[in-house]
T-cell receptor, first 110, second 114 residues
Framework: KQEVTQIPAALSVPEGENLVLNCSFT??????LQWFRQDPGKGLTSLLL?????REQTSGRLNASLDKSSGRSTLYIAASQPGDSATYLC?????????FGKGTRLSVIA | NAGVTQTPKFQVLKTGQSMTLQCAQD?????MSWYRQDPGMGLRLIHY???????DQGEVPNGYNVSRSTTEDFPLRLLSAAPSQTSVYFC?????????????FGPGTRLTVL
C-alpha cells in the first residue's frame, strides 16, 4: 500500500528566504507526482505535476524535483513571500487515484 | 468554464439522517473521485469513477454510496449519517488515468453530524 510522508509538518520562515519542502513515498511504481496548495478553508490548487519519466518541473518561483528510484520529491520555493503562506500537499498517482501526504503548513513572516 | 462545483458548501445533519453531496464538472473528464479531509489524517479516498457507469471503492468507503450515470455528475450519498462522518469532503476530476492528468478539486463541502 502506497504511503506518502511529508516533512516537516510545519515551517515558519522570514520573508525572502528560499525553502525546501520534502515528500517521500514507499512504492516507486507511480505515474506522476503532484504538488498542491491549500489555503485555510479552501480547496486544493494544483501547483506542479511531474510525470514519472521527468526529473523536475518549474513554475515561476517554484521548482519540484522527483527521484522515483529513491521515492523522494522536493518542492523548492525561491524568495518566499507572505502570500506563499498555506499548506502544501504532495500526492502520488499509481494504479488508483491520488494518495496524499498530510501536508506541510508554511508560514512566511513579513 | 466553472471547473468542479460542489453543493452544498456547508451542511449540518443529525445522526441517522441521509443526504447527497453533489459534484459536477464541465471539463468532460472521465475520472472523478471523492475524498474526505480530517485533521491529522490528510485526504483519504472514499470512492472513485473511471467513467460513466463505473465506480470503485477507495480507502474509506463504508457508509457512503456513489453512482455515475453521466460524465458530468458524481454524487456522494450518506445513507445514515454518523458523527464519525463529520469532515470536509472534496470532489476531484481529471481527464485520464495516465501520467499527464492534473487533478482539479472542488471547493469542498463542510459536513457536521450531531
Amino acid at each position: 500500500k502506497q504511503e506518502v510522508t511529508q516533512i516537516p509538518a510545519a515551517l515558519s520562515v522570514p520573508e525572502g528566504e528560499n525553502l525546501v519542502l520534502n515528500c517521500s513515498f514507499t512504492d516507486s511504481a507511480i505515474y506522476n507526482l503532484q504538488w498542491f496548495r491549500q489555503d485555510p478553508g479552501k480547496g486544493l490548487t494544483s501547483l506542479l505535476l511531474i510525470q514519472s519519466s521527468q526529473r523536475e518541473q518549474t513554475s515561476g518561483r517554484l521548482n519540484a524535483s522527483l527521484d522515483k528510484s529513491s521515492g523522494r520529491s522536493t518542492l523548492y520555493i525561491a524568495a518566499s513571500q507572505p502570500g506563499d503562506s498555506a499548506t502544501y500537499l504532495c500526492a502520488v498517482k499509481g494504479n488508483t487515484p491520488l494518495v496524499f501526504g498530510k501536508g506541510t503548513r508554511l508560514s512566511v513572516i513579513a | 468554464n466553472a471547473g468542479v462545483t460542489q453543493t452544498p458548501k456547508f451542511q449540518v445533519l443529525k445522526t441517522g439522517q441521509s443526504m447527497t453531496l453533489q459534484c459536477a464538472q464541465d471539463m468532460n473528464h472521465e475520472y472523478m473521485s471523492w475524498y474526505r479531509q480530517d485533521p491529522g489524517m490528510g485526504l483519504r479516498l472514499i470512492h472513485y469513477s473511471v467513467g460513466a457507469g463505473i465506480t470503485d471503492q477507495g480507502e474509506v468507503p463504508n457508509g457512503y454510496n456513489v453512482s455515475r450515470s453521466t460524465t458530468e455528475d458524481f454524487p456522494l450519498r450518506l445513507l445514515s449519517a454518523a458523527p464519525s462522518q463529520t469532515s470536509v469532503y472534496f470532489c476531484a476530476s481529471s481527464s485520464a488515468g495516465g501520467g499527464t492528468d492534473t487533478q482539479y478539486f472542488g471547493p469542498g463541502t463542510r459536513l457536521t453530524v450531531l
